[in-house]
């Protein structure tokens, strides 16, 4: 079945650093891949999603390219802030089925230091 | 003004007791869902449903029932809660399902003593 693999938390960086959060995926259909994001008490919201393979997503600062012969959709920023800290879904959804559901990654914490 | 809404935002319920967590939409989605969040585990899928007075089973619907009695309406309900279902609980929505956003309500934090 579909499922998504992402890099494990928490990741801890200073101020300024670059960052890059894995995510691969698994899947026999046409995937949409989607990152969320989840602020502290907060439910997820979406960051950005990107339909079709080879694309760029982007919003925020972040950015990740569907890679289809590598099964993967790496989330990158150049420069992270304080104020990114949250947690990081990579999210697959499969548009050939019928069921509407979105298959999550186990999510990743990222902790950015002043 | 949120578009999903969760009601209670907390609530601390016994070992055996009955629990019901509501959810209401205002995005007039066709889709919503059931999740639960555990440290470690990320979001976990418990139901969903595509129409009102329908349900579907996710991955961990064990011990969890849920209700969509009209579109903007989405309940779960803990029949004998149980200590393993402490947990955080999310209600989204969605307009068509498998390749479109979903939109989370802001959780319902549930502790079972």
């Known amino acids: 079945g579909d499922s998504v693999t992402q890099t494990e938390g928490p990741v801890t960086l200073s101020e300024g650093t670059s960052l890059t959060v894995n995510c691969s995926y698994e899947?026999?259909?046409?995937?949409?891949l989607f990152w969320y994001v989840q602020y502290p008490g907060e439910g997820p919201q979406l960051l950005f999603k990107?339909?079709?393979?080879?694309e760029k997503g982007s919003n925020r600062g972040f950015e990740a390219t569907y890679n289809k012969e590598a099964t993967s959709f790496h989330l990158q920023k150049a420069s992270v802030q304080e104020s990114d800290s949250a947690v990081y879904y990579c999210?697959?959804?499969?548009?050939?089925?019928?069921?509407?559901?979105?298959?999550f990654g186990a999510g990743t914490q990222l902790i950015v230091i002043p | 003004e949120a578009a999903v809404t969760q009601s209670p935002r907390s609530k601390v319920a016994v070992t055996g007791g009955k629990v019901t967590l509501s959810c209401h939409q205002t995005?007039?989605?066709?889709?919503m869902y059931w999740y639960r969040q555990d440290t470690g585990h990320g979001l976990r899928l418990i139901h969903y449903?595509?129409?009102?007075?329908?349900?579907e089973k996710g991955d961990i619907p064990d011990g969890y029932k849920a209700s969509r009695p009209s579109q903007e309406n989405f309940s779960l309900i803990l029949e004998l809660a149980s200590l393993s279902q402490t947990a955080v609980y999310f209600c989204?929505?969605?307009?068509?399902?498998?390749?479109?956003?979903?939109?989370f309500g802001p959780g319902t934090r549930l502790l079972v003593l």
């Open positions: 990107v339909p079709k393979a080879n």
């Open positions: 999210a697959l959804g499969d548009r050939g089925s019928a069921l509407g559901r979105l298959h």
């Open positions: 449903s595509y129409v009102a007075d329908s349900t």
């Open positions: 899947t026999k259909q046409y995937p949409t």
């Open positions: 989204a929505s969605s307009p068509q399902g498998a390749g479109d956003t979903q939109y």
């Open positions: 995005n007039n989605h066709d889709y």
